[in-house]
């Protein structure tokens, strides 16, 4: 089963819901116009169904593999990752005095969606070179970025992220990573482990971003800094040149994932690899948070994406497959299963969902562009502060859902669907790392409640909460019986929301291990709400549309059902984690640690 980009779906939640034309209006974006827009996303669904597609299976069955210290990957990687370089598809979103292109992250957003969908092994190394290089465009010296940032833009050289040792996996402070200062540079030692790209065959130099201790650095996170250690050193002329102290010494064997190479790297068994501290000693976290905050935007998009992969191999088999007869039919003949009732439901259920990530992801990609781009200061700081509350609702909510959703196709294909042969089996397998990787769901949730809304004392959400009661409003004008369901479930969801963010932002206050041991179920009720309210968007759009005779009419008919499916079968449930989030905290330390 291939993969097709749904452009249809795709380009409303850019103009629609994440307001595509208020984001090419901003300073620098110009160049954004509606028909470079389009003529970006269908040459990127072309790549993406033509050229990474049919590389899915095949990098599943054969993976990467290591040969004398050299990573080699699946089949025709190497080759659709030239393409990709000289098709200038990694510097869409980058600074243009750089080499990129200056596009809107909201573009970049809508594009990564096609790459993960299509191949999840290969895209990773995208990934995780677009985290490293805006880490070094926000933290690096002048020097650095000229040296490093244009081949990493134009994708010739490719970047990681180095964080975790066997020893310190989310606790960074437990580093053990040494960096010793020598001259202009230091030299860094020690082991990095789940390293995503570490060592591969398709580009020629890779760049680490490293997390390391100095000699006299106080003890915890304060003591961290961050260093660029490339696999090869650069010469005078820019080229790799010198081989530095660092090399892959062996790949995991993973549940899934299996074209992407998760690298054992070890940094300085001869003396010391050079690195080059990325501004100053002791900082290194939190420079590592930009791109960490950048990847986990990206994570949360490869949960969509993986879902949107599984429910297109899940509907083709539903249209496909024949079995019993029609409930609804008095005839005897069997039916494609399309026809039974809980295929409809689970088909159902991942459209719906699906359709929700995508709006709110693609709402928070535009907000990432409002920071960046608004000349009011004052203006994009609010805009930042709400990504920085969408981002951990992202990254956990949507890769949640993937593996529902992944999980939910594999049901769809019975049996067959638990054999390798189908591919099903896959799509559930790869998206199982997601809610793990940059940072657990469970450290999300943490975040979302122990700092997002501590911040501000969940004034931020409750502005979002505001603005779900303002659509509400706008949909009292609007005829039909959908629009009037749709508004109903927006209301209720409203409400638990606010109810849930003062608990939450009281309880925070009082006592913290309370308000934690409900911050799962409370992202989760964000999650499943604010994606509610952008599909209540949505319907009123396609309402309104459908009244002017602006469009295609199934198109926008569908809107409306998938919407209000979503309104009275996929949000009651979700807003009955109020009274889980609540009462969590009451049982979760009770029993004793021995009883366990």
């Known amino acids: 089963m291939t993969y097709t980009a749904p452009l249809a779906d795709m380009r409303f939640a850019l103009r629609e819901v994440a307001g595509l034309s208020g984001v090419a209006a901003l300073p620098g974006y110009e160049h954004a116009t509606d028909d470079t827009i389009d003529a970006v996303l269908e040459e990127a669904a072309k790549l993406a169904g033509n050229g990474l597609a049919p590389l899915n299976r095949e990098g599943d069955k054969v993976g990467a593999r290591l040969e004398n210290g050299v990573v080699r990957t699946a089949p025709g990687f190497a080759g659709i990752y030239k393409e990709f370089v000289e098709g200038g598809w990694n510097s869409l979103p980058f600074d243009p005095e750089f080499g990129g292109q200056g596009m809107p992250w909201l573009l970049a957003t809508a594009v990564q969606e096609m790459w993960q969908a299509a191949n999840m092994g290969f895209g990773l190394v995208l990934l995780l070179n677009q985290g490293a290089i805006d880490a070094i465009h926000h933290h690096g010296s002048e020097a650095q970025k000229a040296t490093y940032l244009p081949k990493m833009i134009s994708g010739e050289w490719t970047g990681t992220m180095n964080l975790t040792e066997p020893q310190a996996g989310s606790d960074l402070g437990q580093i053990k990573s040494r960096a010793v200062k020598d001259g202009d540079h230091y030299l860094v030692s020690g082991q990095k482990i789940y390293i995503t790209y570490g060592e591969h065959d398709m580009a020629e130099n890779i760049v680490h971003l490293v997390l390391a201790r100095t000699p006299d650095a106080p003890a915890g996170v304060r003591g961290i800094s961050l260093f660029i250690v490339p696999k090869y050193l650069p010469d005078a002329d820019g080229k790799p040149g010198k081989r530095n102290d660092l090399r892959c010494v062996s790949l995991e064997h993973k549940l899934g994932i299996h074209a ?125 502060d709400r990504v920085d509350l969408l981002i951990p609702i992202v990254k956990a909510w949507f890769t949640d859902l993937g593996n529902e959703i992944a999980s939910t196709g594999v049901q769809i294909h019975g049996g067959m669907g638990f054999i390798e042969d189908t591919g099903a089996a896959q799509h559930l397998r790869d998206a199982r790392i997601l809610p793990i990787y940059e940072g657990t769901n469970g450290i999300q949730a943490r975040d979302l409640v122990g700092r997002k809304v501590a911040k501000d004392g969940g004034e931020t959400m ?135």
């Not at 497959?321 to 609804?328: A, E, I």
């Not at 399309?338 to 719906?352: F, Y």
């Not at 989030?581 to 009883?595: D, H, I, M, Y």
Request: hydrophobic share 50%.
């Open 260 to 384: 992407s190479p998760t690298c054992v790297m070890s940094f300085g068994d001869d003396g010391g690899a050079v690195g080059y501290l990325v501004g100053e000693e002791g900082r290194g976290l939190s420079y590592m948070f930009t791109m960490m905050n950048n990847a986990r935007l990206s994570v949360g998009i490869q949960g969509l994406a993986i879902a949107e992969r599984a429910y297109q191999q899940a509907a083709a088999f539903a249209r496909s497959r024949v079995q019993s007869k029609d409930d609804g039919s008095t005839a005897p003949a069997s039916v494609s299963i399309v026809h039974h009732a809980d295929v409809r439901r689970m088909l159902m259920s991942m459209r719906a969902q699906i359709e929700a990530m995508r709006a709110l992801g693609y709402y928070t990609a535009a907000g990432i562009d409002g920071a960046l781009k608004q000349p009011d200061k004052a203006a994009g700081r609010r805009i930042q």
């Open 462 to 596: 409750l502005a979002l909460v505001a603005e779900m009661r303002a659509t509400a409003e706008e949909m009292k004008a609007a005829p039909g019986d959908d629009i009037d369901a749709i508004r109903a479930g927006l209301v209720a969801a409203a409400d638990a929301l606010e109810d849930a963010t003062r608990w939450v932002a009281q309880s925070v206050k009082a006592e913290l291990v309370n308000a934690l041991a409900g911050s799962v179920p409370f992202l989760r009720l964000a999650g499943t709400a604010l994606g509610g309210w952008l599909l209540a968007r949505s319907a009123l759009v396609a309402q309104t549309r459908l009244g002017q005779r602006d469009g295609d009419p199934a198109f926008l008919e569908a809107k409306l059902v998938t919407a209000r499916f979503y309104a009275e079968v996929i949000l009651p449930p979700a807003l009955a984690e109020l009274g889980p989030l609540k009462a969590a905290g009451r049982t979760v330390f009770v029993l004793a640690e021995e009883q366990f």
